[in-house]
């Protein structure tokens, strides 16, 4: 597990007064502002978060040390994140996706299906992106209990159950 969690990214200025577009990767969107400080993955920088509205795709916020159009468009693309002990802890069925990203995924008889690569939201069930071996395209696992029925954190890995067909 790493020592940095992702909870959000810069997706550019907003407005001309120094305001970002904020999307919020915590579950709650604007708890984000609750993990502040938040640092650039270098560690290099670090901004105190202030969230001034809802808007489309996000947030609009106020960054510390940003002033202006400029300075807000030169951290587009940015990631922010806040050390694993400012966050809560989740309970057995939750997992932050920094936690999953590395792990061996095997079926249910334990035969290897990929390694995740990282975890995408569709907007109803995250998806599991896995590069499966022998496969030249990445495979999009649908991250839900009836498919993804057992998460071993301790021992690194995921057991499967895929819909037929995914893998051939």
């Known amino acids: 597990m790493s020592e940095k969690v ?35 993955e270098d560690g290099s920088r670090s901004f105190t978060v202030k969230i001034t509205r809802q808007i489309k795709n996000g947030l609009s916020a106020r960054l ?21 002990d400012r966050l809560p802890s989740l309970p057995d069925d939750e997992f932050y996706h920094a936690d999953l990203i590395g792990l ?23 998806l599991l992106e896995l590069s499966a071996p022998g496969q030249k395209q990445t495979v999009l696992l649908p991250f839900t ?17 895929p819909p037929d067909g995914l893998f051939s």
């Open 64 to 84: 510390s040390g940003v002033s202006n159009k400029e300075e807000a468009d030169a951290l587009r693309g940015t990631q922010l994140y806040v050390p694993r």
């Open 6 to 40: 992702c909870v959000g990214a810069i997706a550019g200025a907003f407005g001309v007064r120094g305001e970002v577009r904020l999307k919020s990767f915590t579950s709650i969107p604007e708890d984000i502002a609750r993990y502040t400080p938040l640092e650039t």
């Open 104 to 126: 061996e995924v095997t079926d249910t008889g334990g035969a290897p299906l990929g390694k995740v690569l990282s975890v995408i939201n569709n907007g109803s069930d995250d």
């Open 145 to 161: 209990k009836a498919v993804v029925p057992t998460v071993d954190l301790t021992q690194g890995r995921i057991v499967a159950d």
